[in-house]
């Protein structure tokens, strides 16, 4: 099964094995409304953990898109580049980048679905 973890900037990372898929959760899609461009980095390119990697827009609002762990790009999704909806429709099979992660260990700091849900609701009220 995979394992999902969660920044408080709302980005995610789908674990398999040394693989992550990065993207937005469907909370921050939800507040983002129709997403309308994703600025995403190249093939090759290396984050620390934090670091910004990209940018995403709506017709709300853009925001910047952290590194959840020390990674280096080895895909981008292309597909949101003719359709940046697709992120709307399904944020956890819309991911933004595919990664090699660095360091696991950084893992062990970022939430867990359940954390994350529960972050969630407190940042509602």
């Known amino acids: ?29 939800k507040q983002l409304g129709t997403v309308t461009y994703v600025d995403a980095p190249e093939d090759g390119d290396e984050f620390e953990a ?7 827009e709506s017709r709300k609002a ?7 762990v020390s990674c280096e790009v080895t895909e ?9 909806k697709l992120i709307n429709n399904n944020p956890l099979e819309a991911w ?3 990664v090699i992660i660095k360091d696991p260990t950084e893992l062990e700091g970022l939430m867990d679905q359940k954390a994350y849900e529960e972050f969630c609701q407190n940042e509602k009220h």
């Open 1 to 29: 099964m995979d394992k999902i973890y969660y920044l408080p900037t709302h980005e995610y990372i789908k674990v398999e094995g040394e693989t992550g898929y990065i993207g937005i959760s469907e909370y921050a899609a």
């Open 50 to 56: 934090g670091e910004e990697f990209g940018a995403i």
């Open 62 to 68: 853009a925001s910047d898109l952290f590194a959840p």
């Open 76 to 84: 981008v999704n292309f597909a949101l580049e003719g359709d940046p």
């Open 96 to 98: 933004i980048i595919k």
